[in-house]
């Protein structure tokens, strides 16, 4: 139980670490975006490949932080029986949809966007735009980095399930832990 105990707080660090350094993204989405407006309506000046640029940012922030945000529980739920439920159903709950919704989910994700990414690698897709970025291919990986970093933070929510369900919920990490006023402690 200590390993799967580790394994879980080795899944919920990688998608802390992802998730924090992407969202800085979020920032440089704004710089950029601030900038194409200030040459457009100050200078009368636009550059195509700087749109594509914070449109692609925001491709990238969103699905690379999935994970983490599922880590945090962050994803919209309907809580009407998961808010005041006690701590075994709401594992019990977690690990169900986990199963029968989450890891489906992330396969077909996954299934599908490998021929869709290998295309685009395949022929080093860029922007539709004259005057756009390069390296739409990369971009798209970020749909298999979603499905997995998601399945990922699914293993580390099926071992506190069962962490939980069999009485060792000691051995859960404390970002994964609930709180009695939110579902998830913020992590430290």
Known sequence: MRFLAGLAALICGL????????????LAIVVVCFTVV??????ATSYVWMQDLYI?????????????????DDHVRVDIFYRPASVEKKALA???GTLIFLFPF??????????FVTRAWSYREASAN?????????????????????ALQGVAMLIRSLL????????????MRY??????????
């Open 15 to 26: 998608n802390l670490v992802i998730g924090r350094v992407f969202a800085w993204l979020a």
């Open 164 to 175: 939980i369900l069999s009485g060792r919920d000691e051995l859960v990490p404390a970002v």
């Open 94 to 96: 977690d690990l169900i």
């Open 106 to 115: 992330c396969w077909v994700v996954y299934a599908y966007s490998i021929p």
């Open 56 to 72: 692609w940012m925001n491709g990238a922030m969103f699905t690379a932080v999935a994970g983490f945000a599922l880590m945090r």
């Open 38 to 43: 200030v040459q457009r309506y100050l200078f």
């Open 130 to 150: 004259v005057g756009g970025m390069p390296g739409l291919f990369v971009l798209k990986s970020f749909i298999i980095l979603f499905a997995g970093l998601l």
């Open 179 to 188: 709180a009695p006023d939110k579902t998830l402690e913020e992590p430290a």
